[in-house]
């Protein structure tokens, strides 16, 4: 089950949520609320609004709990533009962009029992020792190579 919330028209470039989206990916929710809760951007804020409204629409349309959900999708688009001019020398004028985001958010439950499992299989695994590579001699460069001798 997923569920998902969105925001339109946020008038912040996406390249500056992008940045946070980028940490929020694959979290699982407790987790993405804390790192939003002491990020220090200002966008933050505005995202955990909207992840908030993620868990709401999880929690009222498929009963689910916020411990059991991972973001599992965060897609920051960009919205229309808005297009202002500041003037120049000699009646010219130089065209000012200012972008806006489009931010959808997708939760959907996390499998409890894949999730231990991983995590159990990571603690009893020990590292392997490297025995299967061969040590050869490194030869020095100011030796003559047989070939060279002709």
């Not at 995590?119 to 001699?137: G, I, L, R, S």
Request: glycine fraction near 2%.
């Amino acid at each position: 089950m997923h569920a998902s919330a969105t925001l339109r028209n946020y008038r912040v470039s996406p390249r500056k949520i992008r940045l946070i989206a980028g940490l929020l990916r694959g979290k699982r929710v407790p987790q993405a609320l804390d790192i939003l809760t002491h990020l220090p951007k200002g966008s933050s804020a505005q995202i955990r609004i909207l992840l908030r409204s993620a868990i709401a629409n999880a929690k009222q349309h498929h009963d689910l709990s916020p411990e059991q959900l991972i973001i599992s999708a965060i897609t920051v688009d960009m919205a229309q533009r808005l297009k202002r001019f500041t003037p120049k020398a000699m009646g010219r004028a130089n065209p000012i962009l200012k972008h806006a985001s489009h931010i959808t958010i997708t939760v959907k439950d996390a499998p409890a029992a894949k999730v231990k499992k991983v995590k159990a299989q990571a603690k009893t695994e020990k590292p392997k020792a490297k025995t299967d590579v061969e040590h050869v001699p490194a030869t020095p460069a100011s030796a003559p190579s047989p070939s060279s001798q002709s």
